[in-house]
């Protein structure tokens, strides 16, 4: 008796086991299925939501043409020239208080800053955020050389030292590139 009710026991410790783990199999496999179908989609929204951007930075543009480069060496995570030689794009990810500030910058052919998008989603709401609004963005507008001229914010120094150093980005790969 006390050998069936020790068999009875294991099989009640290792039963649920294995429905756990045909389970899990099971779930991992479909996982697998949503993503592989998924994926393709969330990358050619993220090309077109990146080709808006850029056209956003640099008014007018027709089409982009991207740079062959070493972007690492630049600190940069894209490089672009306009098709019709309307100026270049640069874009960046730069370290924020709550993950990467994403920033886009617009240069006409003279190295001067003609538009700036700085993509704070990851930042503190209300806080951090106020570094991606026109009211700080506007004032990179114009800007040659580097943004020293342009002060951090208040209570988001952080995030805007992130619009900072991708602006600085930018700028530096227009002189490297491009000069």
């Keep these: 008796m006390n050998e ?4 009875g026991g ?5 039963y649920p086991l294995v429905v756990l783990v045909i389970i ?16 393709p989609v969330i990358e050619e929204n993220a090309r077109i939501q990146a080709e808006q951007t ?6 007018g543009a027709t089409g982009f043409t991207e740079l062959d480069c070493d972007l690492s060496l630049l600190n940069l995570t894209g490089a672009y020239v306009e098709d019709s030689g ?7 990810a730069n ?10 910058v617009g240069l006409n052919p003279d190295g001067e800053i003609v538009g700036l998008n700085a ?17 700080y963005t506007d004032l990179f507008i114009g800007l040659t050389g580097d943004s020293s001229s342009v002060d951090t914010i208040s209570g988001a120094s952080y995030s ?5 150093t991708g602006v600085d980005a930018a700028l530096a790969a227009y002189a490297a590139l491009v000069q």
């Design 24 to 39: 899990c199999v099971v779930v991992g496999a479909l996982l697998g299925f949503v993503n592989s179908a998924t994926a």
């Design 160 to 164: 805007s030292r992130a619009v900072k």
């Design 4 to 7: 069936a009710k020790e068999k």
């Design 119 to 135: 993509n704070v989603s990851t930042e503190t709401s209300g806080i951090g955020s106020k570094a991606g609004q026109s009211a």
């Design 95 to 104: 370290k924020g208080y709550g993950g990467d500030v994403t920033v886009t």
């Design 10 to 14: 294991l099989w009640k410790t290792v």
């Design 54 to 59: 850029r056209a956003a930075v640099l008014p």
């Design 86 to 92: 309307l100026g270049y794009v640069f874009t960046s």
